[in-house]
């Protein structure tokens, strides 16, 4: 079931140096081949907002279900009122006040505008004509029983909510929210216990549920130990990656499983690593804040866009521009540019893909990816920003 | 505070139909007006995410705040490496391997990767030189004290949530949530009753917290005490606004305090209202399902909007896109017209603004208003599409 025949053997880097690091587009597919949605489960519909349908809604009517008024009025038989006029009122048998969405009454066929009608001691005349169907919604109109509402993958929105209360559906079959446990295993003297809020904001984003461990101290049986602990669906780890001699995070990894690779040819983030927990696939975040973001959103959150049944490639709006300066990238790794758009609407670097610290990711409009086959970017060239606001551009 | 000025003077519609309708820029500009931000609070980290800024966020120390390594490695003194190199190997004294975000020891200023250094029976030679700051993150070097971080108005990203967290920053002030109440007015004969999922949904996406009330009968004394019930910032009350005889919602707002304007020139939502119930804004939205999310969009999640602290304009992405055929308007009124994006990249209406119901706007990727000053526009003219999907485009 793993594949690792893509990857350089992980072995143990402490003190040595990465051997050789695997490429981001092998360890992104075998995320895609790893990150199994778990079962789809049923909510009622005042929790479905935002949720992922995981089954076609289909119509179980027609909508409207009857013949009904389309505006607030008078239901009248519009052959009642041929010819009628201002100067011409015509009175009218059958006449009855109904207000938009009521069934029409029986023996009538349009619905006159209140100020087409005049009420006069005891009975009613028609000042305008209606012809059949006027101020009205036919039955079926809306929706066809058996049709299709809303297809399996729709991220359901608020009006959605509405029609299917209307249709008398009270529950829809939705994608789980993937159990996140996310272990802090920085130790005392690393920044990675800080990560947490961090961390569970973008599992939040992307669908998950989260389960913060830590922090831990780096002893590699207690990180073995959370990482196979069941009850989740997927396992990030955060922190100790490194050269360093207590980067113990991929021998616990390891240990608890499968280290299928350790080293990933991006910037930053890459100390990176995946792998199986007692089944559950794992990922390795840098504890350096800006590494640990960019490994996120490149690898984790793959992992859990896609155990959520949401699409897995970026959910950032991406965006055309202009670069004002050069990106400078390394051939065969990929790097992720913090940029900020300018006021000519251009875009510029913020800090190089080898500049840690997150106060670039804070300035930054969005980001840029470079392709490991690229030796970076001149000024003036179109790229595509990744924006991390949702309602931007 | 009141200004009624700029509209025609509420009267009971009930049977009449409207005499004039409010301007819906004026209706807006009363909300503006009227929606005022509840005081900000301070909420942990942890709680921060998506949530607005009330006040600027300053640094309170350097970042970092000495001189650390940038990466892991060995520390050294960059004078003690003049020359290395694998084929010179030069030995060191002092050499500390350290992991990145380790404060420097002293008496070095650089740090080399392992793998330009090598152990060798209890000394360490030096396979290439350094420059002093090599692998060294300067103090201060990502944030100097007391520069600005964060901006008021800042929706708060999860890196944000890292970068406040690593900096020791605990908590934030944040704009607190209006407590929006939310009113089913429908009594049992209309779809109203239904719209609280919808509504939910849309308030809480604008950054209310929403207590929802009924479904209440149609009863003017019933209605009016829901309305003017202390323990909200904002209430909304969905159907009975209409030109029927149980249409009593405006008469009950005028109840509870001031109806200021009945009837808005647009379309959908025709029959929305604005006033203030026991001095808190309120507005009624239709009780037909799209007439509903029209109001809301356009006049209720204005107000929720601006009472959040967010931008008042519309939420959705906006995008300029080509009619693929003419949309009708009436001059005078604001049509929304729900939008599909056809394969070739231009936008269809899929119901005209006069039609009903949801379904239109649960198969549209959003929608196109037409000002009042407008006839309609003629295929092949530029629009704006507001898109009902925040990553769409």
Redesign the interface.
């Known amino acids: 079931m793993t594949d690792r025949s893509t990857f350089p053997s992980p072995i143990d880097v402490r003190?040595?140096?990465f051997p050789g690091r695997a490429a981001l587009a092998d360890v992104q597919r075998w995320i895609d081949t790893h990150a199994v949605p778990p079962p789809p489960g049923e909510v009622p519909?005042?929790e479905?907002?935002?949720r992922v349908l995981a089954a076609p809604v289909t119509a179980p009517g027609d909508?409207p279900p009857a013949d009904r008024a389309?505006r607030?009025?008078v239901a009248v038989a519009s052959s009642d009122t041929l010819g009628a006029g201002s100067y011409n009122p015509i009175p009218l048998l059958n006449a009855v006040?109904?207000?938009?969405?009521?069934p029409m009454p029986p023996g009538t066929d349009a619905v006159l505008?209140?100020?087409t009608v005049q009420?006069d001691a005891g009975f009613t005349e028609a000042l305008g004509s209606a012809a059949p169907g006027d101020g009205v919604?036919r039955r079926g109109?809306?929706?066809r029983a058996g049709a299709v509402?809303?297809e399996a993958g729709r991220?359901l929105?608020?009006?959605?909510?509405?029609?299917l209360?209307?249709l008398g559906i009270g529950a829809v079959t939705v994608a789980a929210r993937p159990r996140v446990r996310v272990v802090l295993a920085g130790g005392p003297?690393?920044?990675s216990e800080?990560?947490?809020?961090?961390?569970?904001?973008?599992v939040?984003?992307d669908g998950g549920a989260v389960e913060l461990v830590g922090p831990l101290p780096a002893e590699r049986g207690a990180l073995a130990a959370a990482y196979s602990a069941p009850g989740a669906d997927l396992l990030l780890s955060v922190g100790r990656t490194?050269?360093?001699?207590?980067?113990v995070a991929p021998l616990a990894l390891a240990d608890a499983g499968t280290l299928v690779a350790h080293g990933v040819a991006m910037r930053p983030g890459d100390?990176a690593g995946v792998g199986l927990a007692a089944g559950v696939p794992a990922v390795l975040l840098p504890?350096?804040?800006m590494a640990?973001?960019a490994a996120y959103e490149l690898l984790a959150g793959r992992a859990v866009r896609r155990m959520a049944g949401r699409d897995s490639v970026l959910?950032?709006?991406a965006r055309a521009v202009v670069t004002a300066r050069k990106l400078i990238s390394e051939i065969g790794c990929v790097d992720l540019y913090r940029v900020r758009l300018t006021a000519d609407g251009a875009v510029e670097p913020l800090a190089s893909a080898t500049v840690?610290?997150?106060?670039g990711?804070?300035r930054a409009d969005g980001f840029v990816l470079i392709s490991a086959e690229s030796e970076g970017i001149p000024a003036g060239a179109s790229v595509t920003v990744h924006c991390?606001?949702?309602?931007?551009?």
């Open positions: 003190g040595r140096g519909l005042n479905a907002a935002g909508w389309a607030d009025g006040p109904v207000s938009a969405g009521e505008p209140v100020e009420q919604e109109e809306g929706i509402l809303l991220i929105r608020p009006q959605d909510l509405g029609l209360v209307a003297r690393s920044g800080t990560l947490g809020a961090m961390l569970s904001a973008l939040v984003r490194g050269v360093g001699e207590d980067d100390s504890g350096e804040p640990a973001l959910p950032h709006p840690p610290g997150l106060a990711a804070v991390f606001d949702g309602t931007k551009g």
